[in-house]
């Protein structure tokens, strides 16, 4: 299986998937650290997958996306953003409503 269909695999068979520096329980970097705050804090499951374990990964997931940077935050899917997308969604309550209209429950409506 390649790096592309690993990530397209994960993407498609996990409701909600972030792509990091590190891992949910220690992220290692400021910005995975922060897309994990706010996932948190709305209270959705989410699968997090660390992007330093694997150079293949970590540049197959740029290519994915045709996206730069990391993190990169998935739902039902279909990429939505990296941190400052995420980080103003959630301030304009965008995040949220995603997440419900998606059918994804979150245990806090913040």
């Not at 990169?72 to 995603?98: A, H, P, T, W």
């Not at 997440?99 to 994804?104: D, F, N, V």
């Amino acid at each position: 299986m390649s790096i592309q269909d690993w990530i397209k695999n994960e993407v498609e068979t996990n409701d909600v998937v972030l792509f990091m520096k590190g891992t949910p329980s220690f992220p290692q970097c400021g910005f995975s650290g922060q897309v994990v705050q706010i996932l948190d804090y709305v209270g959705v499951p989410y699968k997090g997958i660390n992007v330093l374990e694997d150079d293949a990964l970590r540049q197959g997931i740029k290519e994915f996306t045709n996206w730069p940077t990391i993190p990169q935050l998935y739902i039902k899917g279909e990429f939505v953003g990296g941190c400052d997308i995420i980080r103003e969604m959630f301030q304009n309550q965008e995040l949220q409503s995603v997440l419900a209209e998606k059918g994804i429950e979150v245990s806090q409506s913040a």
